[in-house]
């Protein structure tokens, strides 16, 4: 069974620009969660994604938005980043029932300059 | 507001010691708590979730334990091997009654094995 797949692994953006990464759950996972990792700030949660609808949301601001499409899979957007964006950005998918246990992929490396 | 705490930051061990990791929360309203690894420049694995209503779980040389009365968890690592390093995370999921995906991590226990 393939496990979260992200896309891009890594990828270099100037300040200003947008970004767009993705994330494809295990497969029959319907739950699909953003998490950012800094090393000051530690892993942080973004967003959490159900059946296309967003359920939760962390304090992050308006400028990261996300969706999840009706296959599962989702996207998130970071627009006008700043330096303070360059982080690792992970996806974690979850069953729709159980323990409530994430898998999580590999993540996508940003580096803003 | 919740908190989770690791201690210590970081921890070096020869080879072959057995070791205890420290997991502390503020709230003791959790869902369930997960304990993690993470290699340099990784993703998460998840190495042991217990639910709120259980004590403990064991996987292998892990054993992962909670006391929710008391706001803290240990994961225990038997016979260390020099592929046991890595930064170990635990985190606690919030919500009582369905998880949401909104976990709040540690800073995490970075761990050297010696050989």
């Known amino acids: 069974k393939a496990g979260v797949t992200q896309t891009p692994r890594y990828l270099i953006k100037t300040r200003g620009q947008q970004v767009t990464l993705s994330c494809s759950p295990i497969s029959g ?3 699909v969660s953003w998490y950012q ?3 000051g700030q530690g892993l942080q949660f973004l967003f959490e994604y159900f059946s296309e609808t967003q359920r939760n949301k ?14 599962s899979r989702s996207e998130m957007n970071v627009s006008t980043l700043e330096l303070g964006d360059s982080a690792l950005y992970l996806c974690a ?21 | 507001k919740q908190e989770v705490t690791q201690i210590p930051a970081a921890l070096s061990v020869p080879e072959g010691e057995n070791l205890v990791l420290n997991c502390s929360f503020t709230d003791s309203a959790i869902y369930n708590l997960q304990w993690f690894r993470q290699d340099p420049g990784k993703g998460l694995t998840s190495l042991l979730l217990i639910q709120s209503s259980q004590r403990e779980q064991t996987s292998g040389r892990l054993n992962a334990s909670l006391d929710k009365s008391s706001g803290r968890s240990t994961l225990y690592i038997a016979a260390s091997q020099p592929g046991d390093s890595a930064t170990y995370l635990c985190a606690a999921d919030l919500l009582y009654g369905g998880s949401q995906g909104n976990l709040i991590f540690g800073k995490g226990t970075k761990l050297s094995v010696k050989p």
Do not use: A, D, M
Not at chain 1, 58 to 71: A, D, I, T, V, Y
Not at chain 1, 93 to 113: A, C, D, I, M, Q
């Open chain 1, 58 to 71: 962390g304090n992050f601001p308006g400028r990261f938005s996300g969706r999840q499409f009706s296959n």
């Open chain 1, 93 to 113: 998918s979850s069953p729709t029932t159980g323990t409530g246990e994430l898998f999580f992929g590999e993540g996508s490396r940003l580096t803003v300059l």
């Open chain 1, 29 to 31: 996972h319907r739950s």
């Open chain 1, 37 to 39: 990792q800094t090393p």
